[in-house]
């Protein structure tokens, strides 16, 4: 992956200009022009100059503004802002490891990651990160720091990275012994039942929410700690089917969200109507997930215009509510406009847009549009090629999608290639990390793929099921459970899909799991 040099790093520092001695009768001559005051070898023991002060000041106003900007979720603009304190601190020379050097990439890491911007927020933290480490001083800051890293990992489904790092902040407030520690756990677990969430791990995940709820004096400081928290909770009883207590969740959110914003204008509001939509399309509630939809992007356009990362996710939910009801023009519309959104937040070459492009590729395949979906899948997986590492499951997602693109156009060897490029990557996710494999790993898209060829299917993998074997087996890499887990997310999936017994067993077979099976999920 080719790193991109910030922006804002650049070198900007002033040149120093040299004064030259003033003839004697000059010396007491008002000078016109504004020239940088002469530096000595010692230690300036004077007091700040004027321009320097009023440097010091305009920092502050912008950083300020910065915060403001971000707490309000116009995150662009707090970005701005951050950049300019930075080149203001440039011009006067101060070092990038003096304090309000590293409080600014702090604040601005944050913001990326608000902003979806996972990458730059990763690279901006990294540049503060190793001197909170070292200097043990500020232990809220360290916190913070490793808070925001575990976000931006999660974002970019880099979940052992993100745990540790949680780890890492949970060490420096253990054992919790006054009320900000408490409230620092809080926000750690918080954060790790996100990722356990985003991971699949649902039990996991609410273990750590019940954590932070069973701590009353916290949630009274912090209401929006509370409100998230519930956002969560409903999210994941959603997906599990228990949809009248998701509802009660995620009312009770956007009530908390309403009382704290009290016009509701704030992308926090619009985020819970979201929530609330993707719950009535599972209820299949469509006309109640249009309106929830709508909400969301009324509250986004009026206050924060045309260019949000939550109005792209609006569109994308309002272009899935679309396609379930077979209206695949007006999809393509929502998910266009999405894709344009992401394209001009975070350039035409971002992980973000290669996600718009393989919604699109969805849509125009259900659409029976075959090239263009293939045309859109493939520059997906291009772009997460140059992103993301081998074996990233997205890189996967769409090798495997456009592995059954080319079997339903008849390019056999085209789609043979597809389809072991995706299985070498389940091999390497087992051999490194079985558990990132079992979690991560687009196993629906897997079974989508079988169903379409199995019979060509079956050549391709054959060869690759005795290398799965070998590992299972003869390396003894993985114990029993490991191999009945992996197993058991097959066939989970084999059914949810609703093929048979036979063609579970085909797939578990084919990989080198029929040893394993289980019949009950």
């Not at 949809?243 to 009660?248: D, G, I, L, W």
């Not at 051999?431 to 897997?446: M, V």
């Amino acid at each position: 992956m080719n790193q991109k040099k910030l922006a804002f790093l650049r070198s900007t520092t002033l040149p120093i200009t040299q004064l030259e001695e003033l003839p004697e009768k000059d010396q007491n001559e008002r000078v016109d022009k504004e020239i940088a005051p002469k530096r000595s070898s010692k230690k300036r023991l004077t007091l700040p100059t004027e321009y320097e002060r009023n440097t010091e000041n305009l920092c502050i106003t912008y950083l300020q503004l910065g915060m403001s900007y971000k707490n309000l979720g116009f995150y662009r603009d707090s970005i701005e802002n951050y950049k300019k304190v930075l080149s203001h601190y440039e011009k006067i020379g101060l070092n990038q490891d003096n304090e309000k050097f590293l409080q600014v990439y702090k604040e601005l890491g944050e913001s990326y990651s608000k902003e979806e911007n996972y990458y730059e927020a990763i690279r901006t933290l990294n540049l503060c990160r190793e001197f909170y480490e070292k200097s043990a001083l500020d232990i809220s800051s360290t916190a913070q720091v490793y808070i925001t890293l575990a976000e931006a990992h999660c974002g970019l489904k880099q979940f052992k990275q993100a745990i540790n790092y949680l780890d890492k902040a949970l060490e420096l407030f253990t054992p919790a012994d006054s009320d900000e520690d408490y409230l620092w756990t809080a926000k750690i677990f918080f954060v790790l039942g996100k990722v356990y969430s985003r991971r699949g791990n649902p039990d996991e995940a609410m273990q750590c929410f019940k954590k932070v709820l069973n701590n009353p004096k916290v949630l009274q400081k912090q209401k929006g700690l509370n409100a998230s928290i519930l956002l969560e909770m409903g999210a994941i009883c959603g997906q599990s089917g228990s949809y009248e207590e998701a509802e009660k969740l995620l009312v009770k959110c956007l009530e908390i969200r309403r009382e704290i914003f009290a016009d509701e204008r704030h992308v926090e509001v619009a985020e819970a109507y979201l929530n609330l939509a993707l719950l009535k399309f599972l209820q299949k509630n469509i006309s109640s997930a249009f309106e929830n939809c709508k909400q969301a992007i009324k509250i986004i356009k009026d206050v924060y215009g045309d260019s949000h990362p939550c109005l792209a996710r609006a569109y994308k939910s309002i272009g899935l509510l679309y396609t379930s009801g077979d209206e695949f023009g007006k999809a393509l519309e929502c998910l266009k406009e999405a894709f344009k959104i992401r394209k001009h937040l975070y350039g035409e070459n971002s992980p973000q847009v290669a996600d718009a492009l393989l919604d699109i590729g969805k849509v125009y395949l259900s659409m029976k549009q075959l090239k263009m979906s293939n045309r859109n899948t493939k520059f997906a997986l291009k772009l997460f090629e140059e992103w993301y590492e081998k074996g990233h499951p997205k890189i996967s997602e769409c090798q495997l999608r456009l592995a059954r693109l080319y079997f339903l156009r008849n390019k056999t060897e085209k789609a043979k290639k597809m389809f072991k490029g995706a299985i070498e990557n389940l091999l390497s996710l087992i051999e490194t990390d079985f558990q990132e494999a079992l979690d991560t790993y687009p196993f629906r898209t897997l079974a989508e793929v079988y169903d379409t060829n199995k019979i060509e299917l079956i050549k391709s993998i054959d060869p690759l099921a005795k290398q799965i074997a070998r590992i299972k087996d003869l390396n003894s890499n993985l114990p029993e459970e490991s191999k009945k887990q992996l197993s058991k997310k097959v066939t989970e999936v084999m059914q949810k899909l609703g093929r048979s017994k036979v063609e579970e067993m085909y797939l578990l077979n084919a990989l080198g799991l029929r040893n394993f099976k289980i019949i009950k999920v």
